[in-house]
Structures are given as structure tokens and as C-alpha cells.
């Protein structure tokens, strides 16, 4: 490879590390007993460098013959690697922290290796790595609420739209919703639920955020969740819903340094607790105070850690992935699976009553046109594609599968693959059921809506008594 190759080729050079020290040789025995058992770790820093980790001490390493082997893996590092390029544990502050750390990537496992020798990889990026962190224990509690996430690779297609006709329907049903506007970067669906000045409340899910990471106590906490950062939708009253919409807007009234909140959110408090896990937190105070029954979230666009927390970190009944027929959007949703993959943790469940990341989501075929002229066998080929893009997490019968085996057929109408449909009609571009409730009962909009509305209820569990 030459130096461009070298530098950006990370995938190649974590395989050629694996292959190093998967075979058996008199050079791997000797590694294997200074290791005694526990794993390498080949830590990856903010810029993308490379160093090795050892769990023994500098002067055991000295006494062992395992240089000729730690110098084929710095060759195989290459240009990647740092210099030093070897650390032992007794070198390191809080070095039992690296070997206990939940972010740790499996590369080689000793089951995998005919040396025995393990490999893992710590990712320290500038954002907490949550696409690739399963749910951790603490954030793990029993929800309050079932909950939706409303996640799309790309902004306009629908999706805050789909939110607030779920979040209707489900009110329709007697249900006690909460809509929480999680794209920060971008905030606005609560626009379409609250009217804007006294409408809004005191403020929004980034003041709560900031106040639990400077130390907030629980009391005053849940306090604010009751009282300060949740409204009440005038379409309960408008449309005369059995239940009601509460929502929970990005900001409220009285926020100040919105934009200068933000950028600290995602940041571990100073107690040490990740983002995904205060914004488990957050949720759970509102689904408690509230006595909420659904909670819908509408996560920013996008391959990005702050948008993963909504995924794979919040425990959902349902991802909604929306999707549309480009081949932008299957590529995108290929890089993200591949990048899923490489935690097998993430699909490992104990037995088929435990969350199943891969169970719960569900594509939806956003903007769907009618199909005429250019656009005749739209939803099927969006159903070939959705299945195709699928497969990359879906288990293969080699008998080494993760945890449960899970591989519905192509046209398995219950399976993620399988879209739900909202349909595209220029009229709703602009629509804003405040401004105009009476159209929420009118056949453009059932149209556009029903057959998503219609599986969300059923996956949901709610009685399908009227729809729209």
C-alpha cells in the first residue's frame, strides 16, 4: 500500500493484525502465556493512530521472547502506528478501566484461533461510539412506556410527518403519548403540536440534559420533567382524542445558549455517564411523571453517534427506518449495517423474549408515489432493495449464529424488511394540523397515511378499532 493507503486503509490493517495472530507458531505459545488468557487491545485514537495494549507488565514482557512478533504487528500497523508502539498494563492510569471498557470491539476471539490469543478494539472518538454499544445496564431498566423511534439516513422524507399522524392515532386509540423532538440539531416537529410563544413550555430536552450532567439532584429533576419541559397539544381539545399528545420540544421559553448547550450534551457528564444513558434517563423521569403509554422520538438524520443513541441505546418496540427508492439511501443504510456488524453484541440475546435490536426495525417506504409512467414496480423493487440491504444483518445458516437465528424470507410481511407505506401527495408538503385540524378526517389524508398507521397500531398491540 502506499502512505494514502496506508493511513486510510483501517479495516485492512485490523485484518492483517487478526492475521498475525490467529496461527499457532512457537512465537504465538510464547505471547499466549504472557497474556495469561486475557485479551490484546489495539486502541484507536482521536485521530485514528493506533497502539497496543498488553496485560502484563514491562518487565514480564522484557523476560519474554515476543519481540520478533510485536514487530510484525507495528509493520502491520504501519504508518497507523504510535510510537511507542507497546504499552503494558503497569504503564497505564486506570488500567483496568481498558480491559472492563463496554466499548471494546471483538477482532479475534480465542475460540477463532488456533493461537488462542485474543485481539479487541477501543474506538476513542470525539463522540461517544453508541451505533456500536449495546444497551448497557443501567440504561437497560423497563421503560415506562412502549416506545417509537423515528430514524431516516436523510431529511425530507416524511418522517416528522408520520410521527405526529402516529402520535394522533394512538390518541384516538385513549393512549397518553409523548412526542420528544430528539433532533436537536434541527428541532422544529414540535411546531406542528404546540403553538409557538406561551404554547411552548418553560423548556426543552437539551435544558434538561444540561441540568442532570451540572449535578442536578433527582427531585428537582423529576420536577422539571412534570412541570417545565413538557406541553400539553391543543389538538386533544381540537379533535376531541380519548387520550392525550404531551410533547417534549428541543427548547423551550425560557432557554438560554441553545446552541452552546448543544454542543456539550453529547459529552460524558462529569459524572461519567454517557450521553445515551442521561437521555435514558430524561426519557424515563417524563414516561413516569407523565404516566405516559408511547413515547415517539424523531432522532436527527443521518450515520452519525448522535443519531445512533435513538437506535440502539433506547431500547424501542419499534425503529421506523424511513426510505426511499435512490440508491443513496440502500448505500447508506449498507454503511451503517456493515458498521453495526462489527459488534456481534448488538444481535446476542439470551432467548426470544429478550430486545432484539434487528426485531425492532421496520422500513418504511416514505413518499411513496403512485405507481404510473417512471415510477410502475416502485414498491416492489423498494421491497427487493429493503430485503437485499437487510440480509447484511440477518444470521446465515453456518451454525455459528448470534444468539437466537433469525433470517425471514423476502417476502415475510412481518419481517424489518418488509416497508409500511406512506404515500406521497403534494398537499401534504405543506400541511400543519394546527392551522388546519378539520383535514386530519379527509380522504387525502387517510390516503397518504393508512397503511403505515395501520401496522404501527397492530406492532404496537393496540386494538385496531378506526383508523384516521
Not at 12 to 24: A, M, S
Not at 148 to 160: A, D, E, L, N, Q
Not at 277 to 286: D, E, G, K, P, S
Request: aromatic share 8%; net charge negative; with cysteine.
Amino acid at each position: 500500500m502506499n502512505d494514502i493507503d496506508q493511513l486510510l486503509g483501517w479495516e485492512t490493517v485490523e485484518q492483517q493484525l487478526v492475521h498475525l495472530l490467529e496461527k499457532k507458531s512457537p512465537l504465538h505459545q510464547d505471547l499466549h502465556q504472557l497474556v495469561a488468557g486475557e485479551a490484546l487491545i489495539v486502541v484507536r485514537n482521536w485521530y485514528g493512530q493506533l497502539i497496543l495494549l498488553l496485560p502484563c507488565t514491562r518487565a514480564k514482557l522484557g523476560r519474554s521472547q515476543c519481540q520478533p512478533l510485536l514487530i510484525k504487528l507495528q509493520q502491520a500497523a504501519g504508518a497507523l502506528a504510535l510510537s511507542p508502539w507497546v504499552m503494558c498494563r503497569d504503564e497505564l492510569f486506570s488500567a483496568s478501566d481498558y480491559w472492563s471498557d463496554p466499548a471494546l470491539l471483538p477482532l479475534l476471539d480465542a475460540d477463532q484461533s488456533e493461537s488462542g490469543l485474543q485481539l479487541q478494539l477501543l474506538e476513542r472518538q470525539d463522540k461517544e461510539s453508541d451505533w456500536l454499544s449495546p444497551v448497557t445496564d443501567d440504561a437497560s431498566a423497563t421503560p415506562k412506556a412502549q416506545r417509537c423511534v423515528f430514524y431516516s439516513v436523510k431529511g425530507g422524507v416524511g418522517r416528522s410527518s408520520a410521527l405526529t399522524m402516529l402520535a394522533i392515532e394512538l390518541a384516538r386509540h385513549g393512549k397518553r403519548v409523548l412526542v420528544v423532538d430528539g433532533d436537536f440539531e434541527s428541532p422544529g416537529l414540535s411546531s406542528s403540536l404546540l403553538p409557538a410563544g406561551d404554547g411552548q413550555p418553560d423548556y426543552g430536552v437539551v435544558d434538561w440534559l444540561t441540568a442532570q450532567a451540572l449535578g442536578a439532584d433527582q427531585a428537582a429533576l423529576n420536577r422539571m420533567a412534570l412541570a417545565s419541559v413538557v406541553e400539553s397539544s391543543p389538538l386533544n381539545a381540537k379533535l376531541g382524542l380519548l387520550g392525550k399528545i404531551q410533547v417534549a420540544p428541543a427548547y423551550g421559553q425560557k432557554t438560554e445558549a441553545y446552541v452552546s448547550k448543544l454542543a456539550r450534551i453529547y459529552r460524558q457528564s462529569p459524572a461519567g455517564e454517557a450521553y445515551a444513558l442521561r437521555l435514558n434517563y430524561f426519557l424515563q423521569a417524563v414516561e413516569s411523571e407523565h404516566k405516559i403509554d408511547v413515547t415517539l422520538f424523531d432522532c436527527r438524520a443521518g450515520i452519525d453517534d448522535t443519531a445512533a443513541v435513538a437506535v440502539t441505546q433506547l431500547r424501542a418496540d419499534i425503529s421506523f427506518l424511513f426510505a426511499i427508492g435512490t440508491t443513496q439511501t440502500w448505500d447508506s443504510y449498507r454503511l451503517l449495517f456493515k458498521h453495526l456488524r462489527r459488534n456481534p453484541k448488538l444481535f446476542s440475546i439470551d432467548d426470544e423474549e429478550s430486545w432484539n435490536l434487528r426485531q425492532s426495525l421496520r422500513v418504511v417506504s416514505a413518499l411513496t408515489p403512485q405507481e404510473s409512467g417512471a415510477y410502475v414496480d416502485y414498491f416492489e423493487k423498494l421491497q427487493s432493495s429493503a430485503y437485499e440491504t437487510f440480509s447484511a444483518i440477518y444470521d446465515e445458516d453456518d451454525g455459528e449464529n448470534f444468539g437466537v437465528f433469525f433470517a425471514p424470507a423476502p417476502s415475510d410481511e412481518d419481517a424489518p424488511h418488509f416497508p409500511m407505506r406512506v404515500m406521497w401527495n403534494e398537499a401534504l408538503r405543506a400541511f400543519n394540523p394546527l392551522a388546519q385540524p378539520e383535514l386530519l378526517n379527509a380522504s387525502m389524508v387517510r390516503a397518504g397515511f393508512e397503511d403505515f398507521l395501520q401496522k404501527a397500531i397492530a406492532l404496537l398491540g393496540v386494538q385496531d378499532e378506526h383508523i384516521v
